[in-house]
């Protein structure tokens, strides 16, 4: 399947800091979903993008889908630590619940008070 | 939102014995369930492929007898290692995609993931 790029691997930030998180591809990418696995836990889905130039937010966390179609970034203002964990990219060649995600490589961020 | 249950969360098992893993979805009916591997600090890598009443689809280097993947009902995929040995030691998560035409098939539900230990 096509392969998601992320980068950082890691970010450690003090509480208050912001963090992002990207997401590259070398071809086009039909969506892009985003996903967020604390310690010990699993992928707990956060958003789907689709649209070329797409961006959501959600509280302080916002999401944007590249004019491209090509990569992805996940912004989140003023880190807490609750916000601690490792986020995952993750697309699918098509929508419908018959196809497997490809996951990215995840960015572990790490807060400090 | 869909949940999905995994069981056991935890095992412990001798090399050479096989152990079994369960992953159902609760509310919703799962024509096909995703099984993934996990090492620490590591992304999910995707193992197989489980549709209900047929054969498992498995990714390159995955050995089917190994990981043996049975979907015999709409609700419940099950992942039995066999023979495990200490390398199959790893976090084991299965999910499932919603269903089609209730606007929840874009996201993927996680079940609460299995960490094997072979000792």
């Known amino acids: 399947g096509q392969q998601v790029m992320q980068i950082p691997q890691y970010q450690h930030v003090q509480e208050g800091e912001d963090f992002t998180t990207y997401c590259n591809s070398s071809?086009?990418?039909?969506?892009i979903q985003w996903y967020k696995q604390r310690p010990g836990g699993h992928p707990v889905f956060l958003i789907q993008?689709?649209?070329?130039?797409e961006v959501k937010k959600q509280k302080r966390l916002t999401f944007q889908f590249g004019e491209a179609k090509k990569n992805s970034s996940l912004h989140i203002t003023a880190t807490q630590t609750t916000d601690v964990g490792t986020y995952f990219c993750a697309q699918s060649p098509r929508a419908g619940s018959g196809y497997a995600l490809n996951f990215g490589k995840g960015t572990s961020l790490l807060v400090t008070p | 939102g869909a949940v999905v249950s995994q069981h056991p969360s935890r095992v412990i098992c001798k090399s050479g014995t096989s152990v079994k893993i369960e992953c159902r979805s609760l509310?919703?009916?799962?024509?096909?369930m995703f099984w993934y591997r996990q090492f620490p600090k590591k992304s999910l890598m995707l193992m197989a492929t489980s549709n209900e009443g047929s054969k498992a689809t498995y990714e390159q280097g995955v050995e089917k007898d190994k990981f043996l993947i049975n979907h015999a009902s709409l609700t419940l995929s099950t992942l039995t290692v066999t023979s495990a040995h200490p390398e199959d030691s790893s976090f084991y998560i299965c999910?499932?995609?919603?269903?089609?035409?209730?606007?929840?098939?874009?996201?993927?539900?996680f079940g609460q993931g299995t960490r094997l230990t072979v000792v």
């Open positions: 993008l689709v649209k070329s130039g």
């Open positions: 509310d919703f009916q799962a024509t096909t």
């Open positions: 999910s499932a995609r919603g269903p089609a035409g209730q606007g929840m098939n874009t996201e993927a539900f």
């Open positions: 071809t086009t990418l039909s969506n």
